[in-house]
């Protein structure tokens, strides 16, 4: 596989009225694509992690709804309507933290609004324009970051990375991992290192998968060693994706990405978050107030091990996700530009419109 072929992947898709998707589970042993047709079936696929990574899943629902919306029967629009939205709660209700996710949804459910009064042929139509719509602005959004992100670097460094926020998990280019595509591109020698990322190991699964395919120099650590490299000073900066951003700055991430941003303070090390607009939630005030998804105790004993690591009985706590402060970050790179602290002062003047309507 080659940079372009990793770089420009398409995992999410739409043929007709069947939505293709990746399994993102198999990888990196097997490579196959899931044909989609039901609203269980796509619940399924995002609750398991089939398609994961924020952007990936609001593109994911777009395609989902603009699919579901043609089996609908529609005697009358408040029908129609009453269905649409009963299938967009149960999507939602899949997985919690990323607002990708209900941003999406909600962007569908406007369309369907907004075309209430049309023929139900033209409204069916302008959901499949929505979807395509998601689809593309994410594609030049994630160009955008990765750019910003590279100029933040310089040749020779070395950057720590966690989970995964490349192509997989966006539509091209990733949002994290963008920036090292286009520094091999522009034939810079930038080192990455990957955070296995326990305990679904994105980063081992996916993100080394990727790199490695792109020809990217990539060395995969155990999460647990991150404050080792850093200190041994192999390690320039720190980016990672975003699953929702509050209005403060605060970053809701792969769980282990607090810690990362802790340890990374504490050598100096700069910590930037890389993601699209869409992922900031600007009626979320605080980091306080996003939903942390938990997840089964089985990823954490049994999950990847050929027999369970824990005794049956062991209690496990097993939040998929956590916050980082605002503080500990050195900036926030979106498609509209590098946000620096403070975020809130930042943010406005990035979007002026959006922070005026909170
Ligand atoms: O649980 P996951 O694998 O969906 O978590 C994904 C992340 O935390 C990513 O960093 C984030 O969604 C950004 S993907 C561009």
Redesign the pocket.
């Known amino acids: 596989m080659s940079l372009e072929a990793v770089m420009y992947a398409v995992n999410v898709r739409r043929e007709g009225n069947t939505l293709v998707t990746l399994d993102q589970t198999l990888l990196p042993n097997v490579t196959e694509y899931l044909n989609l047709t039901t609203a269980e079936e796509m619940w399924e696929a995002i609750y398991s992690?089939r398609v994961?990574?924020?952007?990936a899943i609001g593109i994911f629902a777009g395609y989902a709804m603009a699919i579901l919306a043609k089996q609908i029967p529609a005697p009358d629009f408040d029908t129609f309507y009453q269905d649409c939205t009963r299938l967009s709660d149960y999507l939602n209700s899949s997985r919690p933290t990323?607002v990708n996710l209900s941003c999406m949804l909600r962007r569908m459910d406007a369309v369907v609004q907004a075309n209430k009064d049309k023929a139900h042929e033209e409204l069916l139509a302008a959901l499949d324009v929505e979807a395509k719509a998601i689809h593309d602005e994410d594609i030049a959004m994630c160009r955008k970051i990765s750019e910003y992100g590279l100029s933040l670097l310089k040749d020779g460094d070395g950057v720590i990375t966690h989970?995964?926020?490349g192509p997989i998990?966006?539509s091209r280019y990733?949002?994290?991992q963008g920036p090292f595509y286009l520094s091999k591109e522009a034939g810079m020698n930038i080192h990455v290192y990957v955070d296995e990322t326990r305990p679904?190991l994105?980063g081992a699964r996916l993100t080394s998968y990727e790199l490695t395919k792109a020809g990217v120099p990539c060395t995969l650590i155990c999460d647990n060693m991150a404050s080792l490299v850093m200190k041994q000073g192999k390690v320039q900066a720190v980016f990672?994706?975003?699953?929702r951003i509050a209005r403060n700055g605060d970053v809701a991430?792969?769980i282990g990405s607090s810690g990362l941003a802790i340890i990374a303070n504490h050598y100096g090390i700069p910590v930037y978050s890389l993601?699209p607009s869409t992922t900031i939630d600007f009626n979320c005030p605080t980091g306080e107030q996003i939903p942390i998804e938990e997840r089964p105790h089985s990823e954490i004993k049994e999950l990847f091990y050929e027999k369970p690591m824990a005794l049956p009985e062991v209690q496990c706590y097993n939040p998929?996700?956590d916050v980082t402060d605002h503080s500990l970050l050195a900036g926030i790179v979106t498609e509209q530009g590098i946000a620096y602290p403070p975020f809130s002062e930042s943010f406005a003047k990035l979007f002026p419109e959006e922070m005026k309507n909170v």
Request: charged content about 10%; glycine content about 16%.
């Open positions: 992690l994961r990574g924020a952007p990323a989970c995964n926020a998990a966006t990733g949002t994290a679904l994105q990672f994706g975003c699953d991430n792969k993601g998929a996700f």
